[in-house]
């Protein structure tokens, strides 16, 4: 099963995806990863996390692909956002995932604490059941906290916040983000 697998990994951002990667290749499960991202604000932050996703990429030697799309999540009720956050993001990669020929998607929103684990679930099992492309599934947030330690030891960007304009603004560390 594992041979005839071709994974794509739709991907929030390098330090989530960090574990998920070396969980991977532990098992001998190669992957790609897809960048895309529309809710990321500002551009600077788009940007970082890009940047430093494609830094870890070439140094795991793995395939990264990106659709650039800026600013399609603008707020105006979080779970309803979130929803929509979450569909578009998940919707593209399926899509991309079926294009490209690959047999599997999931997606590194899978390890974060801070997301809503069952919806993301719930609309990536639809999702394989529409475009007929298999969702890879597993619960990654109990090796959350061993991903970020992962992330700081090779130097890579954490966020501290989701993405959006909403989030940046209730942001707990609000005063501490700086894009220099
Ligand atoms: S909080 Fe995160 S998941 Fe929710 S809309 Fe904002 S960026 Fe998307």
Known sequence: MKNEMKLLVHTCCAPCLVYISHYLKENGIDYSSLFYNPNIHPYKEYMKRFEHLKKFMQDENTELFHLPSFMQVKWEKQS???????????????????????????????????????????????????YEVEFFYYDFRPNYREGQNM??????????????????RTSDFKDKITWD
């Open 151 to 168: 992330a700081r030891e090779k130097g890579i960007y954490r966020q501290k916040y989701c993405g959006c304009i909403h989030s940046y």
């Open 80 to 130: 309803d956002n979130c929803d929509f956050c979450y569909k578009d993001r998940l919707e593209t990669t399926v899509k991309f995932a079926k294009e490209h020929g690959f047999t599997h998607f999931t997606s590194s929103l899978l390890i974060s604490p801070y997301q809503d684990h069952e919806k993301i679930k719930d609309i990536a099992k639809a999702l394989a059941n529409e």
